[in-house]
């Protein structure tokens, strides 16, 4: 079967290319290795620039979103020092949408991949694994137990263990900008505020990391817990073990986990972080979302740059059939687009990382915060706006602080 462009994955990153190149006429080949709806492990939280960017992609998409039922609107984060001491930060935004959501990925995901049974020039081969990519003289072959497909350019949207960067990239696991992360459904959790916060849980014994619950309707949640890989193993961390023990022991948490139960066992995932810069095109494709580690190195969010990188992507690939050019040099510009919009921020996420690997910078912080509103209302212009969050990763700041 011959196809302009294979799409491999059919998550944010991968839809979101697809339905972005819908209007260009190619004709494109969407391939995935689950049947959707299918799960993905996840903290299931949405930023606010998540659900601005479904109204760039497409304001049908947006509105399909705000019907959906299944999620859960989050008006802030509630942030917990190694002390326990917490600070509460509302979402701001400048846009149409003032909030979050929180929204298991089954379904969050599955309302994009049905966007595509609407284009007659996108087919969609569900349940369908890769046994290899090859490139060949006029493009790139992709080889199945059931089907073969020929193109001249592929994009490789199949997150941490992609098989497009396996056969034709050369990104590997580098446990310095890797997190490892598990995640658990429970029911009968309570104690969650009135504007459904986010909670992130910074303990002295998981840091660089953070142990996440997020509300889930139904007094259902999302809980989980992230670290640096490298930390993980410098340490020899059962991560799951930590999880148990912080749920049912650590004085902020086991009263409100006295009574609740598990959903599902604990599922395992990897975060490949974008505190690193990575070669993430080359010779006729192009790497998006997760597999180009494109995820947060502070909060651990990946969808936004997932769905971003989509756009790009696809973009870039109308314009290298407009040009009939395919090669590395000119895939390069891709490389160049993608970071000149998320790399500073990586960087300063990357020095807030770094910051949490000192319990007392971190205590002092949030203590400060319940002290001073102007703190408080930098600490929450900094969840909008790059520049202020620039300062936090500042010493010279601090300093300022020391003496306020």
């Not at 190149?21 to 959707?36: E, N």
């Amino acid at each position: 079967m011959k196809f302009d462009i294979a799409i491999v994955g059919a998550g944010p990153a991968g839809s979101s290319a697809a339905i972005k190149l819908a209007k260009s006429g190619l004709k494109i080949a969407v391939i995935d290795q689950a049947s959707f709806p299918r799960d993905k492990i996840c903290g299931d939280a949405l930023s606010v620039d998540v659900v601005n960017q479904l109204g760039m992609l497409s304001p049908e998409l947006a509105s399909e979103f705000e019907r959906l039922s299944e999620k859960i609107p989050s008006q802030g984060v509630s942030i917990f020092a190694p002390n326990g001491k917490q600070v509460n930060i509302p979402f701001v935004n400048k846009g149409v949408n003032k909030c979050g959501y929180v929204i298991p990925r089954i379904k969050f995901d599955n309302l994009l991949f049905r966007q595509l049974n609407k284009f007659p020039n996108v087919e969609n081969f569900e349940n369908q694994k890769i046994s290899e990519i090859k490139k060949t003289q006029n493009g790139v072959k992709v080889l199945g137990e059931n089907f073969s497909i020929s193109c001249p350019l592929i994009i490789g949207a199949d997150g941490a263990h992609s098989v497009v960067n396996k056969h034709l990239g050369n990104i590997r696991v580098d446990k310095d900008h890797y997190s490892a992360g598990l995640r658990v459904y429970y029911k009968n959790v309570h104690g969650f505020n009135d504007g459904n916060y986010i909670e992130l849980y910074f303990f002295k014994d998981i840091l660089p990391g953070y142990l996440w619950i997020f509300p889930l309707p139904n007094n259902k949640a999302n809980v989980g817990i992230g670290m640096l890989s490298s930390t993980v193993s410098k340490k020899r961390v059962n991560l799951k073990v930590v999880l148990n023990k912080l749920l049912r022991s650590h004085p902020l948490l086991k009263d409100r986990f006295k009574k609740s139960i598990p959903l599902e066992t604990v599922k395992g995932f990897g975060l490949p972080l974008g505190s690193k810069k990575r070669s993430i095109s080359g010779e006729r494709f192009l790497l998006t979302g997760d597999a180009a580690g494109l995820i947060d190195p502070f909060s651990g969010e990946g969808i936004a740059n997932a769905i971003r990188s989509g756009r790009v992507a696809a973009e870039h690939a109308i314009s290298c059939f407009a040009t009939n050019n395919f090669s590395e040099g000119f895939n390069k510009a891709y490389d160049k687009e993608i970071y000149s919009r998320m790399w500073r921020e990586f960087k300063i996420s990357r020095g807030l990382q770094n910051l949490c690997k000192y319990p007392g910078l971190f205590n002092f912080i949030v203590n400060k915060a319940n002290q001073s509103k102007y703190l408080t209302e930098l600490l929450t212009q900094a969840l909008a706006e790059i520049d202020v969050k620039q300062v936090l990763t500042k010493p010279g700041f601090y300093l300022r602080l020391l003496f306020k």
